[in-house]
């Protein structure tokens, strides 16, 4: 009788355990409304005067409250991780100490194992899984810990297709009312598992109107364009501007995510009123926030629209001078906010009318903003280290060099350093790492001759040796693709000439002269943009006559070292030319089988367009480049040649297939960069016998972009 009573004590416990697991896993499906009020108040667009450190513990604070009542709320706690680790040079390593203390104290706890996991994903995501795969074991029922997984399976270093599907699938049963999928999901070409995933997300969301709901519309509208083709999208755009229309319901909370998802429904619908509605509305009922300061940039900018690539000297000092005039009323009203700031400060520095004081006067407004906002616009580069670059370049207040430096390379360490750390993808590891490499070389270049310049030899000499050490190291391994060859080769001419700067101080002419010539050889080839080449060229003249050299010898020296053969973006010649030259022996096989010779392409009208299997834009633009092909593929006088930049060729091939298409494409990391400069991709050239031109067509519609590239081709070969 004793044993039967035990028993059914044990079945009613764990009936009871079961019950309270069900109630406490149900919030890992939807959020509550009142976790849903209180984060659509933490993601309210932000109010630029206000700093960013307040801003962030502020935020902190208003979760202390909600936290200490609820200190298990998954939502909750999800959103205390994302504000401490979301922001450049990010907190998660200490996100991950308190979480791993937390779940020591209660070890089978599944919802600390699967919020420890969370804070451990992308730098120690062994043990996020080890904790993810606990929490299912006790819980079977929670679905959070099957979503994550799917996630981290879909990350380079973990990648498991099939772990992927069999994850978020048990994600989708447990959970099938949950709008939640991760941004990863539509790089996994399973047509089938995103289709499931959409079709699940497109069921849940219909008559939602939270916070939740805006942050999924742009994930859903990612998983139903990847199932299509770019030039096969009629029925979801249809379906994405009926979404913005709901989006509109003043049910939803304006917030950031709000204005996102109609930011991307208006890029990915080419429908701009989209966004100017949204833009408008924020701007009403935010009037100090980021959309606010720049939708006032924008409308005093209307009037003052940026030259292009061919825009003449006059043209650019005519437009920076009237940029400066423009920005700086901008920049005064909102003195915290980086952007504004920025353009005064780059167009006081490029406008050469401006004063010493002007120009000081534009870094003092910067540097104030940049203290209080410093993450406000994040880029590859820092802008500090942008803006140093420009004063030793123009060679203007150089004694505000030492203190921006410092600033972009700190800045560099908050950006990279984390990323760095990611034990997600090791390429991206890599870049990172060579990115804020690149960083420091900027940052020494532009600390060198800012010393140089002012006298400071002894300072020079130190930063001098530490940038030779650095450019040494980083020389690109003979396997680097052509790009990053270009990449050092670039700085390594900076490199050059500023130890030319160095001993021309020391009045060391003859080194310098060779300093000199050796920067002209390095330089990789020429943009449509300037660079310092002609100011290579004009000190090595300079050195040459002092030292009693005559024209004739002048003459001769400069014929090795020419500036005036061709370059991308204009000068005579082909650019296949110049590729023919430099690479002899080079035969391209495209992927339909074609060979091609450089020295026969000089001869014909060329359409190329850079691209890689990993950028979505490129993919978006790759089937419009095979109707350009197939218009022109008749005529023995043109080629439509795409280059492909993978680091491995059959990572091409599987993009081609995936994408059904069918025109001459080449493996091209090991030659691109010798034949054109990349700045970023998807880029296009036309390259014609006589000239070399990028081509750039218009944003947002692709059937805009084909009608402008096609317009543009016939009229380079009418010429």
């Known amino acids: 009788m004793m044993k039967v009573l035990l028993s059914l004590m044990m079945s009613c416990l764990c009936a009871a355990q079961s019950v309270a697991q069900s109630s406490t896993f149900s919030q890992g499906c939807s959020i509550s409304p009142q976790d ?24 902190l604070a208003e979760l202390r409250e909600p936290l200490a009542a609820s200190p ?63 929490a299912i074991k006790i819980a079977p029922s929670f679905g959070l810990p099957f979503l994550l997984l799917a996630q981290i399976y879909s990350a380079p270093a973990f990648a498991d297709p099939a772990k992927v599907a069999e994850s978020l699938d048990h994600f ?29 997300i497109r069921g849940a969301i219909k008559g939602r109107t939270d916070i939740e709901a805006e942050i999924a519309y742009p994930k859903l509208w990612r998983l139903e364009q990847a199932t299509h083709r770019s030039d ?4 979801n755009r249809a379906l994405i501007v009926n979404d913005a ?62 030259p292009k690539g061919d825009a003449t000297q006059a043209q650019l000092q005519s437009f920076w001078k009237r940029e400066l005039e423009v920005v700086l009323p901008v920049a005064r009203e909102w003195p915290e906010a980086e952007g504004p700031a920025y353009h005064a400060a780059e167009a006081a520095i490029a406008d050469e009318s401006s004063t010493p004081q002007q120009i000081r006067d534009a870094l003092s407004l910067f540097q104030f903003a940049y203290k209080q906002n410093p993450s406000d616009i994040p880029s590859v580069r820092p802008l500090p280290l942008q803006l140093a670059q420009s004063l030793v370049e123009r060679g203007v207040c150089l004694d505000e060099v030492p203190a921006l430096v410092p600033e972009g390379l700190a800045m560099s360490d908050r950006m990279w350093q984390p990323k760095m750390k990611s034990d997600l993808s090791p390429d991206a590891a890599i ?49 680097a693709s052509s790009g990053e060859r270009a990449d050092h080769a670039s700085l390594e001419a900076q490199f050059w000439y500023v130890k030319g700067l160095y001993a021309e101080a020391e009045n060391r002419k003859l080194d310098a002269l060779i300093d000199h010539r050796n920067a002209i050889a390095t330089f990789p080839i020429r943009t449509h943009e300037a660079d310092r080449r002609d100011e290579v060229m004009k000190h090595a003249q300079t050195l040459w006559q002092q030292m009693n050299g005559t024209s004739e010898g002048w003459n001769d020296w400069a014929a090795e070292s020419s500036l005036s053969s061709f370059y991308a973006g204009g000068g005579e010649g082909s650019a296949w030319s110049h590729l023919a030259t430099k690479q002899p022996k080079l035969i391209l096989t495209d992927a339909l089988g074609h060979q091609w010779n450089p020295s026969d392409l000089s001869k014909k009208f060329t359409f190329v367009t850079l691209w890689a299997s990993w950028c979505s834009p490129c993919r978006a633009e790759l089937p419009y480049v095979q109707k350009l092909y197939e218009r022109f593929k008749d005529r023995n006088d043109v080629a439509v040649v795409a280059l492909n930049l993978d680091d491995d060729p059959k990572n091409m091939d599987v993009a081609l297939k995936e994408l059904r298409l069918a025109l001459p494409s080449v493996s091209a990391r090991n030659f691109a960069a010798d034949l054109v400069p990349m700045a970023g991709i998807p880029e296009n050239w036309i390259i014609t016998p006589s000239q070399s031109k990028p081509f750039e067509g218009p944003s947002g519609s692709l059937d805009a972009w084909l009608e402008n590239a096609t317009k543009a081709f016939e009229k380079a070969m009418a010429r």
């Not at 804020?436 to 002012?454: F, M």
């Open 36 to 59: 849903a009020a209180i984060i659509a108040k933490l993601h309210q667009p932000e109010d630029v005067r206000q700093p960013e450190a307040e801003r962030q513990a502020q935020k």
């Open 72 to 134: 298990e709320d998954i939502y909750l706690n999800e959103e205390y991780q994302d504000v401490r680790i979301s922001q450049i040079g990010d907190e998660r390593e200490a996100v991950i100490a308190e979480y791993e203390t937390r779940l020591a104290k209660d070890p089978q706890n599944p919802v600390l194992l699967y919020l420890a996991a969370r804070a451990e994903y992308s730098q120690k995501t062994p043990q996020a899984i080890a904790n993810l795969k606990q």
């Open 232 to 235: 096969d999208q009629a029925a």
């Open 245 to 306: 229309e709901w989006l509109r319901d003043s049910r939803f909370p304006r917030t950031a995510d709000w204005l996102t998802a109609l930011e991307n429904a208006s890029d990915m619908t080419d429908v701009p009123k989209i966004q100017d509605d949204a833009d408008a509305e924020i701007v009403r009922l935010f009037p100090n926030s980021d959309t606010a300061v720049e939708a006032a940039l924008e409308e005093r900018e209307k009037g003052n629209p940026r």
């Open 172 to 200: 989708g049963e447990l959970c099938p009312t949950s709008v939640r999928t991760f941004s990863e999901l539509f790089w996994a070409k399973d047509n089938e598992l995103m289709s499931r995933t959409a079709s699940r």
């Open 431 to 479: 870049t990172a790492r060579a990115v804020a490499n690149y960083n420091y070389e900027v940052g020494l270049l532009a600390s060198t001759e800012a010393s140089i310049r002012l006298g400071k030899l002894s300072a020079a000499k130190k930063t001098l040796l530490q940038l030779g050490e650095k450019i040494a190291d980083s020389k690109p391994a003979d396997t």
